[in-house]
């Protein structure tokens, strides 16, 4: 899937519920990131788990046809490999996005070394 389908598709999925308003201003303009979504404090913030204890959902969460992207680096979404099964191993990247297959969660390790994220949310 491409960028561009990805950032739709995640947004349609995980940001439904915020406003047209909101998402233009917090998130899709010019500077901003998927993940302003939780930052900026637009979700209910009962429906994410942040820092240590997105780490451990992901940990725990089966990965078998999760992808991701590199938002700085790629532009197609790559079946994330067994090697960035744990939230230790994705924390040498920065700006990567991992989803299921089935969009059923979503785990972002933002580029804010240690100021903002990760996160992480079940559908």
Request: proline share 2%.
């Amino acid at each position: 899937m491409t960028k561009n389908e990805f950032y739709d598709k995640w947004l349609n999925v995980f940001a439904a519920n915020i406003s047209q308003e909101k998402k233009e201003r917090y998130i899709v303009s010019y500077g901003n990131y998927i993940w302003h979504a939780f930052s900026w404090e637009l979700l209910d913030q009962k429906d994410y788990l942040v820092g240590d204890a997105a780490r451990e959902a992901y940990d725990r969460i089966d990965k078998s046809n999760a992808i991701f992207i590199r938002w700085f680096d790629d532009e197609q979404t790559q079946m994330l490999p067994e090697d960035l099964h744990t939230a230790q191993a994705l924390e040498v990247l920065h700006e990567v996005y991992v989803v299921s297959g089935n969009f059923s969660w979503t785990y972002i390790k933002t580029h804010e070394r240690d100021l903002c994220g990760p996160y992480f949310m079940k559908r």
